[in-house]
């Protein structure tokens, strides 16, 4: 099983990234997947979740509006654009799979808002 996030980096307050997640060796389409941060001395947080087929998505009130997450199930990628960063968006961003008690963590992809 493989999650590998990508798209991270460094932007200025106001800018955007979209952040992919490529998944393989599960069964994707049955997963409901999900964007998780974590900042230097904080607790990991739920960003966002999408299910598995994407009719139902949730966030996280501090990203409501600004982030949208998606996926394209044929490409088993999960996406996280996020637009009008700020600098308390500044984190590791983590793909996350889960159905039922199975679950999958990616690596990570750094994240950094700064001007």
């Known amino acids: 099983v493989h999650l590998v996030e990508s798209g991270g980096g460094l932007v200025q307050p106001g800018g955007s990234l979209r952040l992919s997640c490529a998944a393989s060796?599960?069964?994707?389409?049955?997963?409901?997947m999900r964007w998780y941060r974590q900042a230097p001395g904080k607790e990991r947080e739920l960003v966002a979740s999408?299910?598995?087929?994407?009719?139902?998505?949730n966030y996280a009130d501090s990203v409501k509006g600004r982030f949208t997450i998606s996926r394209v199930n044929g490409k088993t990628t999960v996406y996280l654009q996020m637009n009008s960063l700020k600098p308390e968006d500044t984190a590791v961003y983590y793909c996350?799979?889960?159905?039922?008690?199975?679950?999958?963590w990616g690596q990570g992809t750094q994240v950094t808002v700064h001007s």
């Open positions: 996350h799979a889960r159905r039922y008690f199975y679950e999958y």
């Open positions: 060796g599960f069964d994707f389409s049955s997963y409901d």
């Open positions: 999408i299910s598995s087929v994407g009719e139902f998505t």
